[in-house]
């Protein structure tokens, strides 16, 4: 079987219940937050004991918001998330303006790599940022 993460994304709720997240933990500077801040002070806090990517830590939660991705997101890590994450949740609400039925489930790097794992170790810094 084929590893879902390379395949497989997060729904619309996933995102904006992560967004919430954020706010809730972070009140005074989720807006200043970076990917990569996020990374290292919440995903990488919630996966570290299972040794596992966010959406795995996800699934076991509530694999209602894990299914086939339709989006693929590119970003940069420098790139504020709670910008990142609203562009995400305005997307899918066109979307659904549009009338499209098809759910949006979106492949996004910080939720489907294990972030415990180093795994821009081989790849040059302009790359990332």
Request: charge should be negative; hydrophobic fraction near 40%; include cysteine.
């Amino acid at each position: 079987m084929a590893d879902q993460r390379l395949t497989h994304g997060v729904s619309v709720a996933a995102v904006r219940r992560f967004l919430d997240d954020l706010k809730r933990e972070f009140p005074d500077t989720y807006t200043e937050m970076t990917t990569e801040d996020a990374c290292k002070q919440l995903v990488v806090p919630r996966t570290r004991q299972d040794n596992c990517a966010y959406v795995e830590h996800l699934r076991k939660q509530s694999p209602e918001h894990v299914n086939k991705a339709t989006v693929f997101v590119s970003h940069a890590w420098r790139y504020k998330i709670a910008d990142v994450l609203n562009v995400l949740l305005e997307f899918a609400e066109e979307q659904a303006r549009k009338g499209d039925a098809q759910p949006v489930f979106f492949w996004f790097d910080l939720f489907m790599n294990n972030q415990n794992a180093n795994v821009t170790a081989n790849l040059p810094p302009e790359c990332c940022n």
